[in-house]
């Protein structure tokens, strides 16, 4: 069941692709998607996303249409908000991070300052 308080959402093609790569990568049921910030890049910040085991002690948890997330305080911080989407072009694919705090990038994209 999803939780109605997720402070990030996640758009239907994320979800799907989300639960297509974890099944390929056989993750196992108890890993979590982790979605975090961290220091770095040319811009200040960068968005992180992995499969990995939870911790009670500084995760919050969440399910987003069928995918179980784990955000850390700090990184929660800075997620509030967001959106994530998957994205395929003719040139390239990934996930699309759609952040209301952001308030510039860096030329590539890849990192950002609040």
């Known amino acids: 069941m999803e939780d109605p308080q997720t402070p990030i959402t996640l758009t239907d093609k994320a979800a ?3 639960l297509e790569i974890r099944d390929a990568q056989g993750v196992g049921a108890e890993q979590v998607l982790r979605f975090a910030v961290r220091g770095g890049g040319c811009a200040g910040f960068s968005n992180e996303m992995y499969f990995d085991d939870p911790n ?3 995760d919050q948890r969440f399910n987003v ?3 179980e997330i ?9 997620l509030a908000g967001t959106e994530i989407d ?10 699309k991070f759609n952040n209301p705090n952001v308030k510039s990038t860096c030329g590539c994209g890849s990192s950002f300052s609040t």
Not at 70 to 78: N, Q, R
Not at 86 to 95: H, K, L
């Open 16 to 18: 799907e692709k989300i």
């Open 56 to 58: 009670p002690d500084i």
């Open 86 to 95: 998957y994205v395929e072009t003719p040139m390239s694919s990934g996930f």
């Open 70 to 78: 784990s955000i850390d305080s700090m990184s929660l911080m800075y």
């Open 65 to 67: 249409k069928g995918v």
